[in-house]
C-alpha cells in the first residue's frame, strides 16, 4: 500500500535527504586518484553518525558491509566499498542513504576521475539529463509509467544507451524500499496513478553498451554483462499540487566537484 506523506512528513525526509546531499558534497572534495571506497565510506559513515543519523545501507538486510554503495565502471549498482585505489579515468557511482528522525533520504551521483573517455562523459550526462526528464513526469494525474517513458525515451531511443530493467526506483519514507516500484522504462498511460503526496525516489541506471547484466556471487554486486561502464544518478522527489520538488540537492555536489581539480564537471545543470 501506497503511503501519501504529509508536508511534516516530507520535511523530515528533506531533512535526510540534503544530509545525504552534504555526505556526497564531502565525498567530492576527497575523491582523487588513488583514494580508496573504504575511505570515503568511512568518512561518510562519521559524517551522518556525527549528525546523530544512521547509515541506512550498512547492514542492509543483514548482510550488506557500507555505508555507501560504490559502483565503478562497469558496476551498476550495490558496489562494495574496497581497498581498490581510484584511477585516472574511473567513473564512480556514490548510492547514500540515512535515516534520521524516523524517515530515509536517498540519492546517488555518479563522479568522474580526472579525464574520461569522451563517450563516458556523454553516457553521465544523458543519464542525469533522463533523470531530470523523468521527474517532470511526476505530476498529479500522471502515472509512473510516464516516468519510466521519459527516461527510457531519452536514454535508449534517442541517445543508444542501455536503460537496465531489473533495477527500479521506489517509494520511500519510514521505510528505506516502499511502494510503488518506478522503473525505468515503461509505456504512457500505464501504471500507478500519481499523486499529491507521493514521495519516491527516481533513478535511472544507464548502461554504455547492453542493457543486460549480472549479479556477482557476493549477491549485491551488479555488474554490465558486457563490462563497458554504466552510470547511476537518483533524486529522491516529493509530488506537491503544483508538480514534482525534488529533496535532494546534487548542487551541492556539484559545487565541490567543480572545486575538485582532480574530478571532471559535467555540463550545468541545477
Given at each position: 500500500m501506497i503511503h501519501y506523506k504529509t508536508d511534516e512528513e516530507i520535511e523530515k525526509i528533506r531533512r535526510s535527504c540534503l544530509l545525504v546531499s552534504q555526505t556526497h558534497a564531502h565525498i567530492a572534495r576527497m575523491l582523487r586518484p588513488g583514494v580508496t571506497g573504504?575511505?570515503?565510506?568511512?568518512?561518510?559513515?562519521?559524517?551522518?553518525?556525527?549528525?546523530?543519523?544512521?547509515?541506512?545501507?550498512?547492514?542492509?538486510?543483514?548482510?550488506?558491509?557500507?555505508?555507501?554503495?560504490?559502483?565503478?565502471?562497469?558496476?551498476?549498482?550495490?558496489?562494495?566499498?574496497?581497498?581498490?585505489?581510484f584511477r585516472e579515468g574511473d567513473v564512480v557511482s556514490v548510492d547514500c542513504g540515512v535515516l534520521w528522525d524516523g524517515f530515509y533520504?536517498?540519492?546517488?551521483?555518479?563522479?568522474?576521475?580526472?579525464?574520461?573517455?569522451?563517450?563516458?562523459?556523454?553516457?553521465?550526462?544523458?543519464?542525469?539529463?533522463?533523470?531530470?526528464?523523468?521527474?517532470?513526469?511526476?505530476?498529479?494525474g500522471a502515472r509512473i509509467g510516464d516516468i519510466g517513458f521519459a527516461i527510457q525515451d531519452y536514454a535508449e531511443r534517442q541517445n543508444g544507451f542501455g536503460v537496465v530493467r531489473e533495477l527500479v526506483g521506489h517509494g520511500i519514507g519510514r521505510n528505506l524500499h516502499e511502494p510503488p516500484e518506478v522503473p525505468n522504462y515503461g509505456k504512457k498511460g500505464r501504471g500507478t496513478v500519481i499523486r499529491e503526496g507521493l514521495v519516491i525516489a527516481i533513478e535511472p541506471m544507464i548502461n554504455l553498451g547492453t542493457r543486460h547484466v549480472r549479479q556477482l556471487s557476493d549477491g549485491w554486486t551488479v555488474i554490465t554483462r558486457d563490462r563497458k561502464p554504466s552510470a547511476h544518478f537518483e533524486h529522491t522527489i516529493a509530488v506537491r499540487a503544483n508538480g514534482p520538488e525534488p529533496l535532494s540537492d546534487h548542487r551541492l555536489i556539484e559545487a565541490e566537484v567543480a572545486e575538485n581539480k582532480e574530478l571532471s564537471e559535467m555540463s550545468a545543470k541545477s
Amino acid at each position: 500500500m501506497i503511503h501519501y506523506k504529509t508536508d511534516e512528513e516530507i520535511e523530515k525526509i528533506r531533512r535526510s535527504c540534503l544530509l545525504v546531499s552534504q555526505t556526497h558534497a564531502h565525498i567530492a572534495r576527497m575523491l582523487r586518484p588513488g583514494v580508496t571506497g573504504k575511505q570515503i565510506d568511512r568518512e561518510a559513515e562519521t559524517l551522518i553518525r556525527d549528525h546523530g543519523a544512521i547509515p541506512a545501507f550498512k547492514g542492509y538486510q543483514g548482510t550488506f558491509p557500507g555505508t555507501l554503495c560504490v559502483s565503478v565502471n562497469e558496476v551498476v549498482v550495490h558496489g562494495f566499498p574496497t581497498d581498490e585505489p581510484f584511477r585516472e579515468g574511473d567513473v564512480v557511482s556514490v548510492d547514500c542513504g540515512v535515516l534520521w528522525d524516523g524517515f530515509y533520504g536517498d540519492s546517488a551521483y555518479t563522479f568522474m576521475i580526472g579525464e574520461v573517455a569522451e563517450e563516458t562523459r556523454r553516457l553521465l550526462e544523458v543519464t542525469r539529463e533522463s533523470l531530470w526528464r523523468g521527474i517532470a513526469q511526476a505530476q498529479p494525474g500522471a502515472r509512473i509509467g510516464d516516468i519510466g517513458f521519459a527516461i527510457q525515451d531519452y536514454a535508449e531511443r534517442q541517445n543508444g544507451f542501455g536503460v537496465v530493467r531489473e533495477l527500479v526506483g521506489h517509494g520511500i519514507g519510514r521505510n528505506l524500499h516502499e511502494p510503488p516500484e518506478v522503473p525505468n522504462y515503461g509505456k504512457k498511460g500505464r501504471g500507478t496513478v500519481i499523486r499529491e503526496g507521493l514521495v519516491i525516489a527516481i533513478e535511472p541506471m544507464i548502461n554504455l553498451g547492453t542493457r543486460h547484466v549480472r549479479q556477482l556471487s557476493d549477491g549485491w554486486t551488479v555488474i554490465t554483462r558486457d563490462r563497458k561502464p554504466s552510470a547511476h544518478f537518483e533524486h529522491t522527489i516529493a509530488v506537491r499540487a503544483n508538480g514534482p520538488e525534488p529533496l535532494s540537492d546534487h548542487r551541492l555536489i556539484e559545487a565541490e566537484v567543480a572545486e575538485n581539480k582532480e574530478l571532471s564537471e559535467m555540463s550545468a545543470k541545477s
